[in-house]
């Protein structure tokens, strides 16, 4: 059972950064796709990015093209998020999560799941 955990959350000012984590213990991801989803209060969650198992093609929501960049590190069984120019709608809980095909975009597409770090950007 692979066990996900986030972290790296904070809260930030307008137009700063933040780089999140997400460890995998209790197996290898590096044959799982992997992605970033994130939740604000009172919405549904909603995907943010994703990589494929190479750690090569990438596909980000609109909203944060340009701003964020995800990465991985098979090696250490890490996936990354940098967050740069952060907007306070950015603001939310961000989740890890596995998926066993590329380019997929909802939530039932993934199976494991961390349990999240909060993100706050003020104005």
């Known amino acids: 059972q692979v066990q996900l955990v986030e972290s790296g959350g904070g809260l930030v000012q307008a137009g700063g950064s933040l780089r999140l984590s997400c460890v995998a213990s209790g197996g290898t991801v590096s044959g799982y796709t992997m992605g970033w989803f994130r939740q604000a209060p009172g919405k549904g969650r909603e995907f943010v990015a994703t990589i494929s198992k190479s750690g090569g093609p990438t596909y980000y929501a609109d909203s944060v093209k340009g701003r964020f960049t995800i990465s991985r590190v098979n090696a250490k069984n890490t996936l990354y998020l940098q967050m740069n120019s952060l907007k306070p709608e950015d603001t939310a809980v961000y989740y890890c999560?596995?998926?066993?095909?590329?380019?997929?975009?909802?939530?039932?597409?993934?199976?494991?799941w961390g349990q999240g770090t909060q993100v706050t950007v003020s104005s």
């Open positions: 999560a596995t998926a066993n095909y590329w380019l997929v975009t909802e939530v039932h597409e993934y199976h494991y």
